[in-house]
């Protein structure tokens, strides 16, 4: 194993110039001895200590929604924008390394024009989730490279109106959702969403932007504020929200709670 | 990477024709191209002055042949291929004549290359240029097919097309198609060529004699015919032009491309065409 180590770092000594001492770095296109391939695995490690994001898929509406990190005083609160726009009809949001998502996001946005460009249609949210997904595979089999540390969830609706809601990870695999959450505390939040994503949950599109403020609420500290949200409705760009609709959403949320709390407490007294 | 892949396709055409066609031995003052390049002038498109030269002119970029015997590269200048969309589709109609030069090299050339049970493209200028890169954009749909899991788009894959032959721009390559097929958006036709025009429209002729086939296409064609009334039409077109065009004759191939895919109507013999008209008039 060593001398193998050794003489991939003259490889690629010649080819670009790399610490010398950074043997670790040409571990990670090696497969461990079970089976596994670290780099990726601590990817998504990294993946998990990102702030939450979650996507859900109404009839007639995507939405994303992400848990806004708190900004230091001075700090202009716009720059920092966790949803992205890929192109019309389709949008991101990811959880991770920033940095790497701002490569991966601009290689997607060059890719959409591009097919609009060679194929003169736009692209589906099947397409372009998949040209992520490969491009996050390429760099876990790579000289020199190390996989991206983003998962991503992509919204949107394809050309004959159907909404869709993908899911990439570090590895470069994608599955289709109908809800799904990534980043802290993701498990807590699709647990939620396994309980509470029903057909009527999602019928109109209020319910649907509720739903996910919910599935939120369950992960992030002090309400409204700390929420960012996005939704593309059928045929429309992509719109975020202001956060005095979300405050409004939010105060009604809470407010259906108290309700519910109530009836039950009158259930039990009678 | 370029200069590679043109000197394969050279190498390829050679070993295509050289099974096919007769040995013609030409003085090279006999020039091929007569009566017309690929694009119809209508189109306000010029045939650039290299597409009527003689073909004995020695492409720099593409070494001799082994044997030293020359061969002359058949081309199809002279032909007639027409297509228009209606209500029911795309109508496609080309001739079958080949020439080279006033000699008639073959009166059943397959003028409409099949790229995929829903996809035709017609060929006019060079045969092996419009074949080579028609079975090329065969391969590219299929890929995009299972890649996709949807048809490729007629615009797409015209665009394919274009693009690639607009890579060998200026390389002496001669290619007039058609790409004809239904897609989502209904029926679709393109105009490609090898100078890298590519037009949408409803109605195309290409060649030598498609001056006489709009004459025709022109007068009878509406949005509303029935498909019997189109395939006369085009059937007609492509028979008047044979009558008028010493380029252009032998037989003609008629295809109906609609929802499902692609129809081989009819072939018909210009000459039998011929009587017919006349007993009918």
Known sequence: MRTMMCSRLDEEQSGHRTHPHLLLSTIFFFFSPDGHLFQVEYAQEAVKKGSTAVGIRGKDIVVLGVEKKSVAKLQEERTVRKICALDEHVCMAFAGLTADARIVINRARVECQSHRLTVEDPVTVEYITRYIATLKQRYTQSNGRRPFGISALIVGFDYDGTPRLYQTDPSGTYHAWKANAIGRSAKTVREFLEKNYTEEAIAGDNEAIKLAIKALLEVVQSGGKNIELAVIRRNQPLKILESKEIETLVTEIEKEKEEEAEKKKQKKST | ?281
Request: charged share 20%; net charge negative.
């Open chain 2, 1 to 281: 990477m370029l200069l590679v892949h043109h000197t394969f396709s050279k190498m390829a055409l050679a070993s295509v024709l050289s099974g096919d066609s007769a040995d013609f031995s030409f003085d090279s003052s006999q020039s091929f191209a007569f009566g017309g390049g690929p694009g119809p002038s209508g189109l306000g498109l010029e045939g650039t002055p290299g597409d009527s030269l003689s073909f004995s002119v020695k492409n720099p970029l593409c070494v001799g042949d082994d044997d030293g015997v020359e061969r002359k590269i058949e081309f199809l200048h002279g032909t007639t291929t027409l297509a228009f969309k209606f209500q029911h589709g795309v109508i496609v109609a080309v001739d079958s004549r080949a020439t080279a030069g006033s000699y008639i090299a073959s009166q059943t050339v397959k003028k409409v290359i099949e790229i995929n049970p829903y996809l035709l493209g017609t060929m006019a200028g060079g045969a092996a240029d419009c074949s080579f890169w028609e079975r090329l954009l065969a391969r590219q749909c299929r890929i995009y097919e299972l890649r996709n899991k949807e048809r490729i788009s007629v615009a797409a894959a015209s665009k394919l097309l274009a693009n690639m032959v607009y890579q060998y721009k200026g390389m002496g390559l001669s290619m007039g198609t058609m790409v004809c097929g239904w897609d989502k958006r209904g029926p679709g036709l393109y105009y490609v060529d090898s100078e890298g025009n590519r037009v949408c429209g409803d109605l195309f002729a290409v060649g030598s004699g498609s001056m006489y086939a709009y004459g025709v296409m022109d007068s009878g064609v509406r949005h509303d015919l029935t498909v019997e009334e189109a395939c006369e039409l085009g059937r007609r077109a492509i028979y008047q032009a044979t009558y008028r065009d010493a380029y252009s004759g032998g037989q003609v191939n008629l295809y109906h491309v609609h929802s499902e895919g692609w129809t081989r109507i009819s072939q018909d013999d210009v000459l039998v065409l011929h009587h017919q008209y006349k007993d009918q008039a």
